[in-house]
């Protein structure tokens, strides 16, 4: 039975990883740490309050609890890593590190790492972006991640401690907020939708960004982690395409089901998209591990405005 720690569990993606995972794997088996304790903490239990930076506290929290699995989601994402760079390097890089030498010496089996579209720069191609091409980012976080990339297979390469990672676009879901990301707007423009409210978009109308649904998100870390160690080539930069859209055509798609006011005013964090591809090609992770999405525009929009109605109650 596998004894697994998510680290940053309380964040987007943790907060939908950590139930499927301890109906897998059993409650107990799972366990949550996070930097902030959250308020229902009972529901939330098995938690750690852990900052991954602690090298000896990782060590620690894997040794008292047999950890042998990890997944690494604790990190600062692109539009909150550029209001504090220096917040960014040490969260993502500082903390990757003490992450993989705690996971080095303690003999941990497999840590996941999730990688980003933001490992991507403005030299790489834009569309059908190949999965090893040209990784020259601008954003501290970028730059995070292409170091986590690199970082994890040398520790796969030199001590055998097996790192692997996709580089997820933007994450779309509705139980958990999205973090202080570029692709925020995805999100949070349901609630304005649903509420009746004019969004103010802070990218252009015509940003058109790779993305993904939560219940893809789940399957592309799952699956990688299950798969065979032979099958792999790559291992921490799988790209995974799922969808692509602009702001315009997730407005047009969501007036289907209500209609609502949209205001665009591109801010910092256009500049950040304008240097992200448009989409990906995914046969990597397709031939290597068995990547398929089943979420497209028109499903995820879809699943969202029932989901959110029920939620908020609208
Ligand atoms: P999030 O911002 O929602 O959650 C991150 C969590 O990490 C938070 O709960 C935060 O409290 C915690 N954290 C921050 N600093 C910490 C520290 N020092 N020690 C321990 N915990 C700390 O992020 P997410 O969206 O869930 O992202 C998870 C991973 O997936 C990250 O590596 C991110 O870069 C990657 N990713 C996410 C997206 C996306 O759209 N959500 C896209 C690409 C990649
Ligand atoms: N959704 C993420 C962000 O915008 C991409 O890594 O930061």
Redesign the pocket.
């Known amino acids: 039975m596998k004894r697994i720690m998510v680290?940053?569990?309380?964040?987007?993606?943790?907060?939908e990883l950590v139930p499927y995972l301890r109906d897998r794997y059993g409650r107990e088996n799972v366990i949550v740490?996070?930097?902030?304790v959250p308020e229902n903490l009972e529901e939330i239990e098995p938690f750690v309050k852990?900052?991954?930076?602690d090298e000896e506290a990782i060590i620690r929290v894997i040794k008292e609890n047999d950890i042998d699995f990890i997944y690494?989601?604790?990190?600062?994402?692109?539009a909150?890593g550029e209001q504090n760079p220096q917040l960014a390097f040490?969260?993502?890089i500082r903390?990757l590190y003490a992450m993989l030498e705690a996971g080095r010496k303690t003999g941990v089996e497999r840590i996941m790492?999730?990688?980003?579209?933001?490992a991507f720069g403005p030299e790489t191609p834009k569309d059908n972006t190949p999965n090893d091409t040209i990784l020259k980012p601008r954003t501290m976080?970028g730059i995070s991640?292409v170091t986590?990339e690199l970082l994890g297979l040398y520790y796969w390469e030199k001590y055998g401690l097996d790192v692997r990672g996709v580089?997820?676009?933007?994450?779309?879901?509705w139980k958990?907020?999205?973090?202080?990301?570029t692709?925020?707007y995805a999100v949070e423009i349901f609630y304005y939708a649903l509420r009746g409210e004019k969004y103010t978009c802070f990218l252009r109308e015509d940003a058109t960004l790779p993305m993904?649904y939560m219940p893809d998100?789940i399957k592309a870390i799952t699956q990688l982690a299950e798969a065979p160690s032979e099958n792999l080539v790559h291992r921490t930069d799988f790209n995974v395409q799922a969808m692509s859209f602009s702001p315009g055509e997730l407005v047009e798609e969501i007036r289907k089901y209500v209609d609502f006011e949209v205001e665009y005013r591109p801010d910092y964090r256009q500049k950040i998209a304008d240097s992200w591809p448009r989409s990906l090609d995914d046969s990597a992770a397709r031939r290597e591990w068995g990547w398929k999405p089943d979420y497209d525009l028109p499903t995820m929009v879809r699943d969202m405005i029932e989901n959110l109605r029920r939620k908020l109650g609208v």
């Open positions: 680290t940053g569990g309380l964040g987007q993606i943790g907060s740490a996070d930097i902030r852990l900052d991954v930076r690494h989601l604790a990190a600062i994402l692109s909150r040490d969260v993502n903390g790492v999730p990688s980003s579209i933001a976080y991640k986590g580089r997820y676009p933007g994450i779309i879901s958990a907020p999205p973090g202080g990301g692709t925020d993904m998100a």
